[in-house]
C-alpha cells in the first residue's frame, strides 16, 4: 500500500530539548516536503527536498532542520522546540513537486511546554 | 493580499444539498488547482486536480477553474454526510511550492 509515514503521531516535549520527528514513503518519490498546519492559518511549507541531499526552504523554515540521506525519509528536526512550534506537522511526498498529486501523512501533534 | 485566500467559515448544510465552495488567488505563475479533502485527524487527501481554465467532473464532485478571474471552485452534489470534512484548495506554479487556502469545514446534516 503507497503511504506516508510519520513518527510520533503525539509528541509533548519540553522548550529546548531537541527532537526529530521522521517521515518515511514507500513510493520511490522524488519530492518530499514538511508542512505545519494551525487553526486560521492554514498549511504553510517548512522545507522540502527535491531528491537526496537537495533540500530547500519554504515558507515557515526559522527553527526548523531537515536532512535527505536517502530517497524514502525525510526527518524534521527541531534543534531547541520553542513554544510557538506547538502545532500539527505533516510531511508529503510526490512525484515530481508542486504539480503533482501529494499524498501526505496522518500527521504529528507536537506540544512545546 | 494573500497568494491563496479561501474563506475559512464553516459551512453546514442539510443531507442532498449541493456544496459550493470557492478560492481565489493572486499569483499569475499558478497553473495547476487542487481540492484536498481532510478529514478529522487525518492528513489530507487529494480529491480534484487541474490545469486548465473550465469544468471538470468526478462523480458527484465538480472542480471549476476562472484563470482569467483567478477564481477556482469546487461543488458537491447530492451531499452525504460522509462528505463532513475540511476542504482545501492548493495551487501550484508547476516549481516545487504548493500554496494552501485556509480550508472550509463542511458539516453535511443528515
Known amino acids: 500500500e503507497a503511504q506516508v509515514t510519520q513518527n510520533p503521531r503525539y509528541l509533548i516535549t519540553v522548550t529546548g530539548k531537541k527532537l526529530t520527528v521522521t517521515c518515511s514513503q514507500n513510493m520511490n518519490h522524488e519530492y518530499m516536503s514538511w508542512y505545519r498546519q494551525d487553526p486560521g492559518l492554514g498549511l504553510r511549507q517548512i522545507y522540502y527536498s527535491m531528491n537526496v541531499e537537495v533540500t530547500d526552504k519554504g515558507d515557515v523554515p526559522e527553527g526548523y532542520k531537515v536532512s535527505r540521506k536517502e530517497k524514502r525519509n525525510f526527518p524534521l528536526i527541531l534543534e531547541s522546540p520553542s513554544p510557538n512550534q506547538t502545532s500539527l506537522y505533516f510531511c508529503?511526498?510526490?512525484?515530481?513537486?508542486?504539480?503533482?498529486?501529494?499524498?501526505f501523512g496522518q500527521g504529528t501533534r507536537l506540544t512545546v511546554v | 493580499q494573500k497568494e491563496v485566500e479561501q474563506d475559512p467559515g464553516p459551512l453546514s448544510v442539510p443531507e442532498g444539498a449541493i456544496v459550493s465552495l470557492n478560492c481565489t488567488y493572486s499569483?499569475?505563475?499558478?497553473?495547476?488547482f487542487m481540492w484536498y479533502r481532510q478529514y478529522s485527524r487525518k492528513g489530507p487527501e487529494l480529491l480534484m486536480y487541474t490545469y486548465s481554465s473550465g469544468n471538470k467532473e468526478d462523480g458527484r464532485f465538480t472542480a471549476q477553474v476562472d484563470k482569467s478571474s483567478k477564481y477556482i471552485s469546487l461543488f458537491i452534489r447530492d451531499s452525504q454526510p460522509s462528505d463532513s470534512a475540511t476542504y482545501l484548495c492548493a495551487m501550484s506554479g508547476g516549481n516545487n511550492r504548493l500554496a494552501f487556502g485556509k480550508g472550509n469545514q463542511v458539516v453535511v446534516i443528515p
Open positions: 508529503a511526498s510526490s512525484l515530481y513537486g508542486g504539480a503533482t498529486e501529494a499524498f
Open positions: 499569483n499569475s505563475a499558478f497553473q495547476y
